[in-house]
C-alpha cells in the first residue's frame, strides 16, 4: 500500500476501552426504575385493520399496551419526509405513523406498542394481543406496481407512483443515439439489500416531567437530523425540548441516520410512563422493520461511435421505496445518483429519469454509498457490454474515454476538480497482471474450472450535507474540547480528531476531549454520511483551530507586551521578539477564560466555532479488479483476487482509511454474490428473514485485498481529503459482476443479474448447454 507523505497511522484511541469491555453501548445502559418495550409487528403486508383486543395482554408486569390510535389521539403526527428535490411534480408523501393507523402496508410494521417491567412479560404480552386483519391485495414489485389494474398502496398516488424526477438533455441524447454507430443496452438489477450493522437499533428513553424535556441515548448517526424530525414535525414541540446521544455505535452504514418509528414510540412511552423505557432489536426486526438499501432497476444506454468514444448515456431508474417514504428515501436515485451518473468517463450528453414507487415492503433509504453505486454499477456495465458486443478492449476503451483535464464539468452538472483516473487504471490493469491472466486462464480450464478478470472504475460524488460545524472549546478543567457535528459509528473519528489538533497545536494527545453525537453538547450537526467526516468536519476542525489562534494573538501579545504583529504561534507556545519570552496556548486560554476574553472576541474566552457552508463536492475515485473462479457443476463463484488503486486525495491516516475501503468492498462483495432481501412477489412474505436466508459474506470468502493510495490533493477543504468511506461497496459489485460474466463469456454470457449467487450462474451455465 502507498500512502501520501502527509498520512501517519495510529494506534485508535478509542480501542482501549472496546478491547477492555468499557465501551459504552446501548445495551450496557441500565437505569434505574427501566421498563422493556416489545413491538408487535404486521404479520400480513396489506390488511385493513378491523380490530385490535389487548385485553388478555393486560396480565402482571405489563404497564401499558397502546395502538396507533392511542398515539394519534394525544397528538403524535406522523413521520416526515425531508428530501428536498427537483422533482417534475410535487413528491407524494403519504403519512406514516409510527404505530400502523387502519391499515398495515408491508410485513413487519410496528401495529402495537407493549411496556412492561421485563423483557420477558413484554414477550407474553405481544403472544396474547388478537388483531382482526381483512387482507388486501398485495403488490411486493414495482413492475407489479406500476401494471394498469395493481391494487394502489395509497389512494393519492396515481400507479404507484411517489415522484418522478429528471435530468440532463434528452434531445441531446436521442440525436446521439441516432447517430451512433454502437448503441448498448442493459437491463439492471441494483437488488435490495440490507445495511446490517454489527450493533442493532437500540434506545433508552427518559422524560423529565419537571422540564418537559425527553431524552434519549439511542444508535444514531445523525442526531441533529434526526432530533429535527421528531420534535416539531411528531410531537409540536421545540427542538431544545429533546436531549439525544449516541455514545459508542457499532456501524450504521447510512441506517442509523433516519428517524424510525421506534424511536418515537419510545420517547411518547417515556412520557406515558414517567419512567425510563429500552428496546433493543432482534435480527429478525432489524431484516424485516428497519430500512432496506439500493432496490432500484435501471433501463441503460450507451451511445459510441465507430472508433468507441462515448456520445450518450440514457438511463431510465425505478426505485421501490417500500410503503412510505422513509426521511432521505427519494434521494439515493434522485440528487445523489446523479452526481455520478456516467462515472469517470467523457460522455458529452446524458439523460437521466428516476421514478419512486411505492410496494407494500419495507421502507427504503440511504445506504453506503446512496445512489453512487447505483450510477457507476450503470456506466461499468454498460462498458464491459459494449467491450464484448461490439469488438472493443475493456481496458482501452475505459482508457480512450476517461476524464483526464480538470476542471471537467460532466453533463449533469458535477465539476470535478481534479483525479488521477487514468493513473489508477494503468496502475491496477499492471498490478492484476491482465498480460498473464489468459495464461491463468487456461490453467483454471484444465482444471475443470472458468477463471474471469472484472474491471470497474469509480466516481464517489462525497460531501453529504453541505454544512457542518465545530467548535474549539477550552475548559475549567483544562481539556481542549474539539466538539464536532460529524459523528462516528466505529471509523475512529476520536483518535484522527484528536491527532489533527494535538500536531496543530503543539500539544499532547491527552490534552483533548472528543465531543459528538450529543445535541447539547454540539449546536448543530448533519452527522456521519457521504464519505463527510475528514471533508466537513476535520476540515472545519482546520478553520477553527486557524481561527481561535487568530483570535488568541492579541491576548498573548499583551502578556507578552509584544506587538500582535510580532507573535508567532509554534509548538503550544506563543512567542515575540527576538529574546526567548513565550506564553503556552493553555496559559493564553486560561487568562482569557478569567478575564472573560478580551476586547477582541465577542465569545467567551478563546472559546471558537466555525461553521461552514455551501462546501463543494470532492470526487474520489479508482480502480478496482476482480478475479474469480467458477466451478461450472455447481455454479460456486470463488473471489481469487481483488486489487484496488484509489485516489482519496489526501491520506490522514492510512490504517483507518485501509479499514474503511476494506468494509466497503466487503459489503460491495456480498451484494455482488449473496445478499438480498427477497419478498414472495404474490404474498408480500420476506423470505430472507434471518441469516439463514440473508446471505452475509464470511471471512473464507474473501481473499487478501491488494491496495494502493495513490491521491491528488482536493482544494475543497484544508486538509485536501477526499473521503474514502463509500468507495468500496461502489466499486466492488461491478467490478466483481464483470469478473463474473468474462468468466462465463466463453459460454457466450454477456451479462448476469446480481446477486451472482451459484444458482443463477448454474442456470446461466446449464441454458447455454
Same mark, same amino acid.
Given at each position: 500500500?502507498?500512502?501520501?507523505?502527509?498520512?501517519?497511522?495510529?494506534?485508535?484511541?478509542? &480501542?482501549?476501552?472496546?478491547?477492555?469491555? #468499557?465501551?459504552? !453501548?446501548?445495551?450496557?445502559?441500565?437505569?434505574?426504575?427501566?421498563?422493556?418495550?416489545? $413491538?408487535?409487528?404486521?404479520?400480513?403486508?396489506?390488511? +385493513?385493520?378491523?380490530?385490535?383486543?389487548?385485553?388478555?395482554?393486560?396480565?402482571?408486569?405489563?404497564?401499558?399496551?397502546?395502538?396507533?390510535?392511542?398515539?394519534?389521539?394525544?397528538?403524535? @403526527?406522523?413521520?416526515?419526509?425531508?428530501?428536498?428535490?427537483?422533482?417534475?411534480?410535487?413528491?407524494?408523501?403519504?403519512?406514516?405513523?409510527?404505530?400502523?393507523?387502519?391499515?398495515?402496508?408491508?410485513?413487519? +410494521?410496528?401495529?402495537?406498542?407493549?411496556?412492561?417491567?421485563?423483557?420477558?412479560?413484554?414477550?407474553?404480552?405481544?403472544?396474547?394481543?388478537?388483531?382482526?386483519?381483512?387482507?388486501?391485495?398485495?403488490?411486493?414489485?414495482?413492475?407489479?406496481?406500476?401494471?394498469?389494474?395493481?391494487?394502489?398502496?395509497?389512494?393519492?398516488?396515481?400507479?404507484?407512483?411517489?415522484?418522478?424526477?429528471?435530468?440532463?438533455?434528452?434531445?441531446?441524447?436521442?440525436?446521439?443515439?441516432?447517430?451512433?454507430?454502437?448503441?448498448?443496452?442493459?437491463?439492471?438489477? #441494483?437488488?435490495?439489500?440490507?445495511?446490517?450493522?454489527?450493533?442493532?437499533?437500540?434506545?433508552?428513553?427518559?422524560?423529565?416531567?419537571?422540564?418537559?424535556? $425527553?431524552?434519549?441515548?439511542?444508535?444514531? %448517526?445523525?442526531?441533529?437530523?434526526?432530533?429535527?424530525?421528531?420534535?416539531?414535525?411528531?410531537?409540536?414541540?421545540?427542538?431544545?425540548?429533546?436531549?439525544?446521544?449516541?455514545?459508542?455505535?457499532?456501524?450504521?452504514?447510512?441506517?442509523?441516520?433516519?428517524?424510525?418509528?421506534?424511536?418515537?414510540?419510545?420517547?411518547?412511552?417515556?412520557?406515558?410512563?414517567?419512567?425510563?423505557? *429500552?428496546?433493543?432489536?432482534?435480527?429478525?426486526?432489524?431484516?424485516?422493520?428497519?430500512?432496506?438499501?439500493?432496490?432500484?432497476?435501471?433501463?441503460?444506454?450507451?451511445?459510441?461511435?465507430?472508433?468507441?468514444?462515448?456520445?450518450?448515456?440514457?438511463? &431510465?431508474?425505478?426505485?421501490?421505496? @417500500?410503503?412510505?417514504?422513509?426521511?432521505?428515501?427519494?434521494?439515493?436515485?434522485? =440528487?445523489?445518483?446523479?452526481?455520478?451518473?456516467?462515472?469517470?468517463?467523457?460522455?458529452?450528453?446524458? /439523460?437521466?429519469?428516476?421514478? @419512486?414507487?411505492?410496494?407494500?415492503?419495507?421502507?427504503?433509504?440511504?445506504?453506503?454509498?446512496?445512489?453512487?453505486?447505483?450510477? =457507476?454499477?450503470?456506466?461499468?456495465?454498460?462498458?464491459?457490454?459494449?467491450?464484448?458486443?461490439?469488438?472493443?478492449?475493456?481496458?482501452?476503451?475505459?482508457?480512450?474515454?476517461?476524464?483526464?483535464? $480538470?476542471?471537467?464539468?460532466?453533463?449533469?452538472?458535477?465539476?470535478?476538480?481534479?483525479?488521477?483516473?487514468?493513473? =489508477?487504471?494503468?496502475?491496477?490493469?499492471?498490478?492484476?497482471?491482465?498480460?498473464?491472466?489468459?495464461?491463468?486462464?487456461?490453467?483454471?480450464?484444465?482444471?475443470?474450472?472458468?477463471?474471469?478478470?472484472?474491471?470497474?472504475?469509480?466516481?464517489?460524488?462525497?460531501?453529504?450535507?453541505?454544512?457542518?460545524?465545530?467548535?474549539?472549546?477550552?475548559?475549567?478543567?483544562?481539556?481542549?474540547?474539539?466538539?464536532?457535528?460529524?459523528?462516528? =459509528?466505529? %471509523?475512529?473519528?476520536?483518535?484522527?480528531?484528536?491527532?489533527?489538533?494535538? +500536531?496543530?497545536?503543539?500539544?499532547?494527545?491527552?490534552?483533548?476531549?472528543?465531543?459528538?453525537?450529543?445535541?447539547?453538547?454540539?449546536?448543530?450537526?448533519?452527522?456521519?454520511?457521504?464519505?463527510?467526516?475528514? /471533508?466537513?468536519?476535520?476540515?472545519?476542525?482546520?478553520?477553527?483551530?486557524?481561527?481561535?489562534?487568530?483570535?488568541?494573538?492579541?491576548?498573548?501579545?499583551?502578556?507578552?507586551?509584544?506587538?500582535?504583529?510580532?507573535?508567532?504561534?509554534?509548538?503550544?507556545?506563543?512567542?515575540?521578539?527576538?529574546?526567548? *519570552?513565550?506564553?503556552?496556548?493553555?496559559?493564553?486560554?486560561?487568562?482569557?477564560?478569567?478575564?472573560?476574553?478580551?476586547?477582541?472576541?465577542?465569545?467567551?474566552?478563546?472559546?471558537?466555532?466555525?461553521?461552514?457552508?455551501?462546501?463543494? $463536492?470532492?470526487?474520489?475515485?479508482?480502480?478496482?479488479?476482480?478475479?474469480?473462479?467458477?466451478?461450472?457443476?455447481?455454479?460456486?463463484?470463488?473471489?481469487?483476487?481483488?486489487?484496488?488503486?484509489?485516489? !482519496?486525495?489526501?491520506?490522514?491516516?492510512?490504517?483507518?482509511?485501509?479499514?474503511?475501503?476494506?468494509?466497503?468492498?466487503?459489503?460491495?462483495?456480498?451484494?455482488?454474490?449473496?445478499?438480498?432481501?427477497?419478498?414472495?412477489?404474490?404474498?408480500?412474505?420476506?423470505?430472507?428473514?434471518?441469516?439463514?436466508?440473508?446471505?452475509?459474506?464470511?471471512?473464507?470468502?474473501?481473499?487478501?485485498? &491488494?491496495?494502493?493510495?495513490?491521491?491528488?490533493?482536493?482544494?475543497? #477543504?484544508?486538509?485536501?481529503?477526499? @473521503?474514502?468511506?463509500?468507495?468500496?461497496?461502489?466499486?466492488?459489485?461491478?467490478?466483481?459482476?464483470?469478473?463474473?460474466?468474462?468468466?462465463?463469456?466463453?459460454?457466450?454470457?454477456?451479462?448476469?443479474?446480481?446477486?451472482?449467487?451459484?444458482?443463477?450462474?448454474?442456470?446461466?451455465?446449464?441454458?447455454?448447454?
Amino acid at each position: 500500500m502507498t500512502t501520501s507523505a502527509a498520512a501517519k497511522p495510529s494506534l485508535r484511541l478509542e &480501542d482501549q476501552r472496546f478491547l477492555t469491555g #468499557n465501551g459504552r !453501548y446501548v445495551d450496557d445502559q441500565q437505569r434505574p426504575g427501566q421498563l422493556h418495550v416489545r $413491538f408487535l409487528r404486521a404479520d400480513l403486508a396489506h390488511a +385493513e385493520i378491523a380490530g385490535i383486543d389487548v385485553s388478555a395482554a393486560e396480565m402482571p408486569g405489563v404497564i401499558g399496551v397502546w395502538t396507533g390510535a392511542d398515539l394519534v389521539a394525544d397528538g403524535i @403526527g406522523p413521520m416526515p419526509c425531508s428530501v428536498v428535490a427537483a422533482t417534475q411534480e410535487p413528491i407524494i408523501i403519504p403519512p406514516h405513523h409510527a404505530l400502523a393507523v387502519d391499515r398495515v402496508r408491508y410485513v413487519g +410494521e410496528p401495529v402495537v406498542l407493549i411496556v412492561a417491567d421485563s423483557a420477558e412479560a413484554a414477550a407474553d404480552a405481544a403472544e396474547a394481543v388478537t388483531i382482526d386483519y381483512g387482507e388486501l391485495a398485495t403488490v411486493a414489485d414495482p413492475a407489479a406496481a406500476e401494471a394498469e389494474g395493481a391494487p394502489l398502496i395509497w389512494p393519492q398516488a396515481t400507479g404507484n407512483c411517489a415522484y418522478r424526477f429528471a435530468k440532463g438533455d434528452a434531445e441531446a441524447v436521442a440525436a446521439a443515439m441516432e447517430r451512433a454507430a454502437h448503441v448498448v443496452e442493459l437491463d439492471l438489477d #441494483n437488488h435490495r439489500v440490507s445495511a446490517f450493522p454489527l450493533e442493532p437499533r437500540a434506545a433508552v428513553a427518559d422524560y423529565d416531567a419537571d422540564t418537559g424535556c $425527553f431524552a434519549m441515548d439511542l444508535t444514531g %448517526q445523525g442526531l441533529h437530523g434526526i432530533r429535527a424530525d421528531v420534535a416539531g414535525p411528531v410531537f409540536g414541540l421545540p427542538a431544545e425540548q429533546f436531549h439525544l446521544r449516541a455514545d459508542d455505535v457499532g456501524g450504521g452504514f447510512g441506517l442509523k441516520n433516519f428517524l424510525f418509528a421506534e424511536w418515537v414510540c419510545l420517547l411518547w412511552a417515556a412520557r406515558r410512563t414517567g419512567r425510563p423505557v *429500552r428496546w433493543l432489536a432482534t435480527t429478525g426486526e432489524e431484516l424485516a422493520g428497519s430500512i432496506h438499501g439500493r432496490a432500484v432497476t435501471s433501463q441503460a444506454r450507451l451511445a459510441l461511435d465507430a472508433e468507441g468514444d462515448f456520445l450518450a448515456l440514457d438511463v &431510465d431508474m425505478v426505485a421501490d421505496m @417500500g410503503a412510505y417514504l422513509s426521511s432521505g428515501g427519494p434521494n439515493a436515485s434522485t =440528487n445523489a445518483a446523479s452526481t455520478a451518473m456516467g462515472g469517470v468517463y467523457r460522455i458529452p450528453a446524458i /439523460h437521466m429519469r428516476s421514478r @419512486g414507487v411505492f410496494t407494500n415492503t419495507a421502507p427504503v433509504d440511504a445506504y453506503r454509498g446512496a445512489g453512487k453505486p447505483e450510477a =457507476n454499477f450503470v456506466i461499468e456495465r454498460l462498458i464491459d457490454a459494449a467491450a464484448r458486443r461490439c469488438g472493443f478492449d475493456p481496458v482501452d476503451l475505459r482508457r480512450r474515454n476517461i476524464v483526464d483535464t $480538470f476542471p471537467y464539468p460532466k453533463a449533469l452538472g458535477a465539476v470535478l476538480d481534479c483525479g488521477r483516473f487514468r493513473g =489508477n487504471l494503468d496502475d491496477a490493469v499492471a498490478l492484476a497482471d491482465r498480460d498473464g491472466f489468459e495464461a491463468r486462464r487456461q490453467e483454471a480450464t484444465r482444471s475443470g474450472k472458468l477463471l474471469g478478470l472484472g474491471i470497474a472504475c469509480f466516481l464517489e460524488s462525497s460531501r453529504g450535507a453541505p454544512q457542518e460545524e465545530v467548535e474549539v472549546r477550552f475548559a475549567a478543567d483544562g481539556k481542549v474540547e474539539l466538539a464536532t457535528g460529524t459523528e462516528s =459509528n466505529g %471509523q475512529g473519528h476520536e483518535t484522527v480528531f484528536t491527532r489533527l489538533a494535538a +500536531e496543530r497545536l503543539g500539544l499532547p494527545m491527552d490534552a483533548f476531549r472528543f465531543v459528538q453525537a450529543d445535541t447539547f453538547a454540539t449546536r448543530t450537526g448533519a452527522g456521519h454520511g457521504g464519505a463527510r467526516t475528514m /471533508h466537513m468536519g476535520a476540515g472545519t476542525l482546520m478553520l477553527a483551530m486557524d481561527a481561535m489562534l487568530e483570535k488568541a494573538v492579541p491576548l498573548a501579545a499583551r502578556l507578552l507586551q509584544a506587538d500582535p504583529e510580532t507573535v508567532t504561534f509554534a509548538d503550544g507556545r506563543f512567542s515575540a521578539g527576538a529574546d526567548d *519570552r513565550s506564553v503556552s496556548l493553555l496559559e493564553v486560554a486560561a487568562a482569557a477564560r478569567s478575564s472573560d476574553a478580551s476586547p477582541e472576541t465577542s465569545e467567551k474566552g478563546l472559546d471558537t466555532a466555525v461553521f461552514r457552508r455551501d462546501v463543494p $463536492f470532492t470526487f474520489p475515485g479508482g480502480c478496482h479488479i476482480a478475479e474469480v473462479e467458477i466451478d461450472p457443476d455447481t455454479g460456486h463463484v470463488t473471489l481469487a483476487r481483488y486489487i484496488a488503486v484509489d485516489d !482519496y486525495g489526501t491520506i490522514v491516516d492510512p490504517q483507518l482509511s485501509e479499514g474503511q475501503l476494506h468494509g466497503g468492498v466487503v459489503q460491495g462483495i456480498g451484494q455482488a454474490l449473496g445478499e438480498r432481501i427477497a419478498y414472495d412477489p404474490d404474498s408480500g412474505q420476506l423470505l430472507s428473514g434471518s441469516l439463514m436466508d440473508y446471505a452475509l459474506p464470511r471471512a473464507v470468502d474473501l481473499p487478501m485485498f &491488494d491496495v494502493t493510495f495513490a491521491g491528488e490533493a482536493t482544494g475543497a #477543504n484544508p486538509l485536501g481529503a477526499k @473521503g474514502v468511506g463509500q468507495a468500496g461497496c461502489i466499486a466492488a459489485p461491478p467490478a466483481v459482476i464483470n469478473a463474473v460474466v468474462d468468466a462465463l463469456s466463453p459460454l457466450g454470457v454477456d451479462h448476469i443479474q446480481m446477486p451472482a449467487t451459484p444458482e443463477r450462474v448454474w442456470q446461466a451455465i446449464v441454458a447455454r448447454g
